[in-house]
């Protein structure tokens, strides 16, 4: 399967601003502008929170962010809140063999 | 609004079969190319299959292939997922997404089902 790479888990206090990373290939994250962030709550369906790259649905919190650097892109969440604690996965346009390129998960923690 | 519901999962013997159904509305289903994805318990996200817009040669995870078989009728608006020779590892929530885009098979997801669970025990 074509895997994204999250990291595993990332924490911080509420307020603060953390970051999630999603690293790919040339043939994903590096080339197009199609990544999406979801959020999934425990026994949720996944939520998208950012698509292309920087865009937010209607009704996300602005404190939501995306951006992308070469082979990675990133989700931020400022402003941490309790109701931030969920997994985050990231997924993105892929040319190659297999069809959807979908990052490994993070857990986001709030301390 | 877009809606995505899946239904036909339920308890199985290994080695037994299930045949998964999404209903979908809201958008022009025969579009859109449509996936399957699930989630073990406790586990990440796995994508499962692709079907293009046109059910045209359907993708499949290497952990499903030759076991699973993905469809679509496009009259219908449904999305179907037929289990075959099930395992304990299958035992899952089962969902079914859109893509965001028409025009290909490779786009991100933009919408999610709630999920049909399948539970593979002895």
């Known amino acids: 399967q074509s895997g994204l790479t999250q990291p595993a888990s990332v924490s911080g206090s509420p307020g603060q601003s953390i970051t999630i990373s999603c690293t790919g290939t040339s043939n994903d994250v590096g080339h197009y502008s199609f990544v999406s962030w979801y959020q999934q709550v425990e026994g949720n369906a996944p939520k998208v929170v950012i698509y292309e790259v920087s865009h937010r649905p209607s009704g996300v919190s602005d404190r939501f962010s995306g951006s992308k650097s070469g082979n990675t892109a990133s989700l931020t969440i400022s402003g941490l809140q309790a109701e931030d604690e969920a997994y985050y996965y990231c997924m993105s346009y892929t040319s190659s063999t297999i069809p959807k390129a979908l990052g490994t998960g993070t857990k986001v923690i709030v301390l | 609004e877009v809606q995505l519901l899946e239904s036909g999962g339920g308890l199985v013997h290994p080695g037994g079969s299930l045949r998964l159904s999404c209903g979908v509305s809201g958008f022009t289903f025969s579009s859109y190319a449509m996936s399957w994805f699930r989630q073990a318990p406790g586990q990440g996200l796995e994508w499962v299959s692709t079907?293009?817009?046109?059910?045209?040669?359907?993708y499949y995870a290497a952990s499903v292939r030759g076991r699973f078989t993905s469809s679509r009728d496009n009259s219908m608006n449904r999305l179907y997922l037929q289990l075959n020779s099930l395992r304990v590892e299958d035992t899952a929530m089962y969902y079914c997404a859109r893509d965001c885009r028409t025009g290909s098979s490779r786009y991100p997801i933009d919408y999610w089902g709630q999920g049909t669970l399948v539970t593979v025990s002895p």
């Open positions: 079907v293009s817009a046109t059910a045209t040669s359907p």
